[in-house]
């Protein structure tokens, strides 16, 4: 079972980038996802979360910036991100709450491996 992210990459201020992260193995359910970002120096911080039912939450400094949404049939959550900010220079990780096929059925919570967003000109 993992989370695989990508879409990171380097984008001046006012671009756009859209990462992807996809759930794999043997899951059956995928439950909370959302994206986290550590900035340089800093400690890791939630970026935007959606629940299964499509509950979404943003984080103030990306609200109307970016948006998160998932393919449950695909079992992917993407975070398009517009007019990005130098501040937004993160390395960004997606998290999920998977139901793991058992026995027992269990969920248990995965982080991604995370991509780099350098926003610079």
């Known amino acids: 079972v993992q989370l695989q992210a990508s879409g990171g990459g380097l984008v001046q201020p006012g671009g756009s980038l859209r990462l992807s992260c996809a759930a794999s193995?043997?899951?059956?359910?995928?439950?909370?996802m959302a994206w986290y970002r550590q900035c340089p120096g800093k400690q890791r911080e939630l970026v935007a979360s959606?629940?299964?039912?499509?509950?979404?939450n943003y984080d103030d400094s990306v609200r109307g910036r970016f948006t998160i949404s998932r393919d449950n049939a695909k079992n992917t959550v993407y975070l398009q991100m517009n007019s990005l900010k130098p501040e937004d220079t993160a390395v960004y990780y997606c998290?999920?709450?998977?139901?793991?096929?058992?026995?027992?059925?269990?969920?248990?919570?995965?982080w991604g491996q995370g991509t780099l967003v350098t926003v610079s000109s």
């Open positions: 998290n999920a709450d998977l139901w793991v096929v058992g026995p027992p059925r269990s969920m248990r919570n995965y």
């Open positions: 959606i629940g299964q039912t499509g509950t979404i």
């Open positions: 193995g043997s899951i059956f359910s995928v439950n909370n």
